[in-house]
Every structure is written in C-alpha cells, then in structure tokens.
Nanobody, 122 residues
C-alpha cells in the first residue's frame, strides 16, 4: 500500500512558476512509475507527464513540454513537478499517481493522491 500526498499548489500569475511535490509512504517508492495528472473545472482528468522507475526517463503531454519538468528523489520518497511559464489554461487540480507501467492512461496507476489546486491568473 502506498499513500501519496501532494503539496505546493497555490495561486500564481501567468508567466510565474510553481513546484509541486508528491510525498510517498512505503519502502518501495523507487520501484514505481510516477505520473502527474490534472483536472480542470468541467473537464476530464488528463495526463501531464511521468517519470519512470528505472533510469528516470520522462514523458510529457505536448501542451507542457518545455515548461514543466518532472524529477524524483528516491531517498526522500518524493516526486516533483516544476511548472514554469504558467498559463491560465494550466489551472486545475493536480494529482500524482503511482504504478508499475509506463502509461499516459489513468487505469494502470494503482495509487493516487488527493490533489492540489493550482490557479493561474491572467
């Protein structure tokens, strides 16, 4: 069982930056693929990016490429989402998720955090 807790959300002006953190419980954090998803008001939850469990490879949705960076610190059981050049359309609740398969779909992820709100004002 893994528990995930996101933090770092808030209100920021367009063009600004935020860093989200996702702290995981348990001893097997390094074995998980960690994904970030977001859900804007009135929209379905969508894939943002992921970082693999082996080698730390990353994958991003096109809309955040070059602006968002995912990293992980296995010693701290934490994954990060650095968000730069934020846009109003990035406003959403951001979720981290843990799984064993590299996937942009939600189903393969076994564990989810509660989400953290990011609001970008224009």
């Amino acid at each position: 069982q893994v528990q995930l807790v996101e933090s770092g959300g808030g209100l920021v002006q367009a063009g600004g930056s935020l860093r989200l953190s996702c702290a995981a419980s348990g001893r097997t954090f390094s074995s998980y693929v960690m994904g970030w998803f977001r859900q804007a008001p009135g929209k379905e939850r969508e894939f943002v990016g992921l970082i693999s469990n082996i080698g730390g490879s990353t994958l991003y949705v096109d809309s955040v490429k070059g602006r968002f960076t995912i990293s992980r610190d296995n010693a701290k059981n934490t994954v990060y989402l650095q968000m730069n050049s934020l846009k109003p359309e990035d406003t959403a609740v951001y979720y981290c998720a843990a799984g064993f398969i590299i996937a942009s779909r939600q189903n393969p992820y076994n564990y989810w955090g509660q989400g953290t709100q990011v609001t970008v004002s224009s």
